[in-house]
């Protein structure tokens, strides 16, 4: 239950909208978000920017930002996209092919460092939102 509510948390930042999340599940995206904005140095108006796909013209901070709130989620461990907890924990709620889909265009990425990867991975699954 816990890995299902951390997974859904990070779902909640990229796609809340597409997903009925409950409002524990919400308030658990919103404290990552706070934490990592905290931690990372963005501004909330920078995090909203990310949270509405909006991808142009982001610095450092932003990428640690996606970077950090994948990693309080559980979705994202030491620089690594952990592939079988998104398939576990998602596929039950959007459905596995839906999920597995996402994943054969997303979980290969890499950036030029930590930061970087988890922005390109938190990139690639918000333009999947709509598949998952």
Do not use: H, W
């Not at 995206?29 to 990372?40: S, T, V, Y």
């Not at 950036?111 to 333009?127: A, I, P, R």
């Amino acid at each position: 239950m816990k890995y299902l509510i951390v997974l859904v948390a990070c779902v909640a930042l990229v796609a809340a909208d597409e997903l009925q999340l409950s409002d524990e599940q919400k308030a658990r995206a919103k404290a990552n978000a706070g934490a990592c904005i905290e931690q990372e140095g963005v501004t909330k108006e920078q995090a909203m920017a990310l949270r509405e796909g909006k991808f142009e013209n982001v610095d450092e901070k932003v990428k640690c930002f996606a970077s950090c709130f994948l990693e309080k989620s559980g979705f994202f461990v030491d620089g690594q996209i952990k592939s079988d907890v998104v398939l576990e924990k998602l596929g039950p709620i959007v459905g596995v092919d839906k999920v597995k889909a996402a994943q054969e265009k997303c979980d290969s990425l890499k950036g030029s460092d930590k930061c970087d990867t988890g922005f390109q991975l938190y990139q690639c699954y918000y333009k999947q939102r709509t598949q998952i």
